[in-house]
């Protein structure tokens, strides 16, 4: 049998310390190659499988109710189940360089397609809540050959966007239904009746998948231009969760509360493929995961019926358990809470160790490192607002670059520069080059966009996103401390700081706050909160919005390119008021554009034609002062 740690040739039966810099660079002694044990996630979650293969690898829960009678898959039937989804994917005429897309909510058969994709060609999942367009642009971009979605299903639109956006995709040639009947006369396949026929023993194909094949695609990016996918190998994947099983001490048979989507890194990788690899089990909250409401609803109910050892979601999820009171509940299995995917509010780290008597495990990477790059050691004392320290192997350096993003020098201890990350975690490059511009800095450090500082002992610290920051008449504030002193006041769930264009300084900093369930705020109350404990008096939001509910992406992070549009509309729409009293009929509307990032769309109803060039040179005098463009419509 092998050591403790299941995809390292070289640990014995004990994780190694690893509490000093010169412990972590003895470990990284011996070349990451020699110790890596897996290839693929193939090889990856069968090595899991291994150490115990009657174990639970999955107990799905209809609906993340801790009554619920889970639907139990031993770790020796999901590797099983993915050799047999593999090899339908073959069938189907997928090769190592096919794209398999899906679009399917957490079912166990979505795991299945995850590594079974992977093991037959190139998985790409895709996030069924977007738009049928924004889904149409990815699959195509990805030059999908197999879709795998959901059926027809109430409560549930994701067949119907199939349906919506199938003529549009060039290069499908068959679509498998999961939860539905298939029509194989018009290409589509049911997937038990399909994935029954393949045998659960071997790979048809016989592929040996060497570590440097792409295993799979994850969208990134904005909401508007062409998807980025971040092509990873199978590589880049595995070492996710050789790195967190080492730093996290991994044991097989462990449970873990899973709802993220596996469309996201910290889902697939960070959560899935770590926990499998490591044989433990995924206790799967659901089919929508942490958006069901049961699931943080009972959130203590499922830790003393499931003992897991973390409490571990997006910050947004962390934030709303500490609304649910534990009343009587054993939460004691639980010995951390972990957050990534954006920054966990100190006030909620506070929160967590203050009320729950956990240790905060604030973790950073991004898909472009394959999820988690650096996360606080174990053997160390956690620095709560800190990103802790890169894992073995990877590496971190804070720079200053040129106006062309090239490398100009590397910053001091605390100095504040941008983040950029190398290791065996990083990405080769996107899936369509033009993106790989600027992508990197030095060919192989890819450039986070993230602003950040090293302290003395080589902790990281984000001190925001550089372009999050609010410019004031050339002044750089950042979001990241106001947000801070906002989520403080007691009234307030959840804060987000834009800015909202200002004809004389470019920008000014506007707040937005979700209060918290029954609270309510005076008049004024948040900006006098903020004024008072914010000693820079340019970075005090010129006003604080209350907005309910905040906009969020599919995993939960605060979506600030739609604060900016609702902030730029209102400033716009109060510019226009001498139009408006002048009887003119005119809207505005700020949103997403392809090439310009963001416009303003004014639109004009019942003015006659004759008046309209009138009108219009009206709207440009006022408008033209911003940096935002601008366009006219007519009603």
Not at 11 to 25: F, H, K, M, N, S
Not at 149 to 162: D, E
Not at 502 to 527: I, R, S
Request: glycine share 10%; hydrophobic share 40%; with cysteine.
């Amino acid at each position: 049998m092998a050591g403790i740690h299941a995809l390292d040739r070289i640990i014995g039966e004990d994780y190694p310390e690893l509490a000093t810099d010169e412990q972590v660079r003895t470990l990284e002694r011996v070349p990451y190659a020699e110790r890596i044990a897996a290839e693929s996630t193939y090889d990856a979650i069968r090595l899991g499988a291994d150490r115990n293969p009657d174990a639970p690898a999955i107990q799905f829960l209809p609906s993340a109710d801790p009554a619920d009678t889970p639907l139990v898959i031993s770790h020796r039937d999901f590797v099983a189940r993915v050799t047999q989804a593999a090899n339908m994917f073959h069938a189907l005429g997928a090769g190592k360089d096919d794209v398999i897309s899906f679009m399917l909510p957490l079912l166990p058969d979505a795991f299945v397609t995850l590594f079974g994709a992977e093991a037959a060609g190139i998985a790409n999942p895709v996030n069924p809540l977007l738009e049928p367009h924004q889904i149409a642009e990815i699959l195509e971009a990805a030059n999908t050959t197999i879709l795998v979605a959901l059926g027809p299903m109430p409560g549930t639109g994701i067949w119907q966007k199939v349906e919506q956006i199938r003529p549009s995709l060039k290069r499908l040639k068959a679509i498998v239904q999961v939860g539905g009947g298939g029509d194989p006369a018009d290409g589509i396949f049911a997937f038990n009746d399909l994935i029954k026929q393949q045998p659960a023993d071997r790979l048809v194909s016989g592929r040996k998948i060497p570590g440097s094949d792409i295993a799979a695609y994850f969208h990134t990016g904005g909401t508007t231009g062409t998807p980025k996918l971040v092509r990873h190998t199978h590589a880049n994947q595995v070492y996710q969760a050789w790195g967190l099983n080492l730093l996290l001490r991994s044991k097989p048979g462990s449970n873990l509360l899973f709802g993220m989507p596996l469309f996201h890194v910290g889902g697939s990788l960070t959560q899935v493929l770590t926990t499998l690899a490591g044989g433990g089990c995924l206790v799967v909250l659901s089919p929508s995961g942490w958006r069901n409401p049961n699931a943080v609803k009972n959130i203590w109910q499922l830790v003393e019926r499931y003992r897991p050892e973390a409490l571990s979601s997006v910050p947004t999820v962390l934030a709303a358990t500490l609304g649910v009171p534990p009343g009587k509940a054993d939460i004691s299995s639980l010995k951390y809470a972990a957050g990534g995917g954006s920054a966990i509010p100190v006030a909620v780290g506070s929160a967590i160790q203050d009320k729950l008597k956990l240790p905060v495990v604030e973790v950073y990477g991004m898909t472009e490192t394959s999820s988690v790059h650096t996360i606080a050691y174990p053997d160390r004392p956690i620095r709560l607002g800190s990103v802790g320290l890169p894992m073995p192997y990877a590496r971190v350096r804070i720079v200053k670059l040129d106006a062309e993003g090239r490398l100009e020098r590397d910053c001091a201890v605390d100095e504040i520069g941008v983040v950029i990350m190398a290791g065996p975690g990083v990405f080769g490059g996107y899936l369509n080059d033009a993106h790989n511009v600027g992508a990197f800095v030095d060919e192989v450090w890819v450039n986070s966009g993230d602003l950040g500082r090293l302290d003395s002992d080589g902790q990281l610290w984000i001190t925001g996103r550089a372009k999050d920051l609010v410019i004031r008449g050339g002044h750089n504030i950042d979001p990241a401390p106001i947000e801070e002193i906002m989520f403080q006041h007691p009234a307030v769930g959840f804060a987000a700081v834009v800015g909202q264009p200002d004809a004389y300084a470019g920008e000014l900093p506007v707040g937005y706050v979700q209060l918290k369930p029954g609270a309510k705020v005076e008049p004024g109350e948040l900006e006098t909160w903020v004024r008072e404990r914010t000693p820079e008096r340019a970075a005090v939001p010129v006003q604080i919005i209350p907005i309910d509910p905040m906009p969020v992406t599919g995993v939960g992070k605060v979506f600030k390119p739609q604060l900016r549009w609702d902030a730029a509309q209102r400033v716009f729409a109060k510019v226009l008021t001498p139009l408006t009293e002048k009887g003119i009929d005119c809207k505005v509307k700020v949103g997403a554009h392809g090439s310009h990032g963001s416009i303003a769309t004014v639109t004009i109803a019942g003015v006659p034609e004759g008046r309209r060039d009138e009108v219009a040179g009206e709207v440009h005098k006022l408008l033209d002062p911003f940096v935002m463009r601008h366009e006219v419509a007519y009603a």
